[in-house]
């Protein structure tokens, strides 16, 4: 069965760097998430991604945040300058049209 | 705006008892329902969704929108059932986007 992937599955980076974190979503499918989970607390909406744009985005995902679909394939989540309370699980979900998001295993952001 | 409330954060039970993880939602339009679980170190994975009306593992759940409710059962708890759950809540539109609760952690014991 085919999955999304992420990578790298963690990342430590002192604050004020900047960070990508990569996804590969299932191939055929069209919508593309961002989500994060502070260590304790609930899984909470970034933002959504169809057709080359932001369908939308929470008010979490300010101006430090940006995402890509560089080549087709990969859909990225920059942080640009990181803060410690970005410190988070960070997962990355795709679909096709509706419902089910498959999931990836997530990369854990560890801001120092 | 939409809201999944999960009251219970832990839930301990012993093998083959019963269990019913509570999730109620809030929500002004026509809502979508599912459940999530995430087992030790691995992916948020999709277990149930309302429209389907399926049993998945033993588990069911029941969408009543006059409670507002979604909860999760199972009549015999397993062992290999303790994980996180996570019931979500999908708004209309064109985003599907989803609203999760703040999950209960399911511990199984023998």
């Known amino acids: 069965e085919p999955e999304v992937t992420q990578t790298p599955s963690h990342q430590v980076t002192q604050m004020g760097q900047e960070v990508i974190l990569r996804c590969v979503p299932i191939?055929?499918?069209?919508?593309f998430y961002w989500y994060r989970q502070i260590l304790g607390q609930k899984v909470e909406f970034l933002v959504s991604?169809?057709?080359?744009?932001?369908?939308?985005k929470s008010e979490i995902f300010d101006d430090q945040f940006s995402v890509e679909r560089p080549d087709g394939s990969n859909f990225t989540l920059k942080i640009r300058s990181t803060k410690l309370e970005d410190s988070a699980m960070y997962f990355c979900?795709?679909?096709?049209?509706?419902?089910?998001?498959?999931f990836g295993n997530g990369t854990r952001l560890t801001v120092t | 705006a939409q809201r999944v409330t999960q009251p219970e954060k832990l839930l301990s039970v012993f093998k083959g008892a019963p269990v019913e993880l509570k999730c109620n939602y809030s929500?002004?339009?026509?809502?979508?329902l599912f459940w999530y679980v995430q087992y030790s170190r691995q992916r948020l994975q999709l277990l149930l969704r309302?429209?389907s009306r399926e049993s998945i593992k033993g588990f069911t759940a029941d969408l009543n929108k006059g409670e507002t409710s979604f909860h999760l059962k199972k009549p015999f708890a397993q062992e290999e059932d303790s994980a996180m759950y996570y019931c979500a809540l999908m708004s209309g539109g064109s985003n599907y986007k989803l609203t999760f609760g703040k999950g209960t952690l399911l511990t199984v014991n023998p």
């Open positions: 991604f169809y057709n080359n744009e932001i369908s939308e």
């Open positions: 929500y002004s339009g026509s809502p979508e």
């Open positions: 191939s055929n499918h069209l919508y």
């Open positions: 309302h429209i």
């Open positions: 979900a795709s679909s096709r049209t509706d419902a089910p998001l498959h």
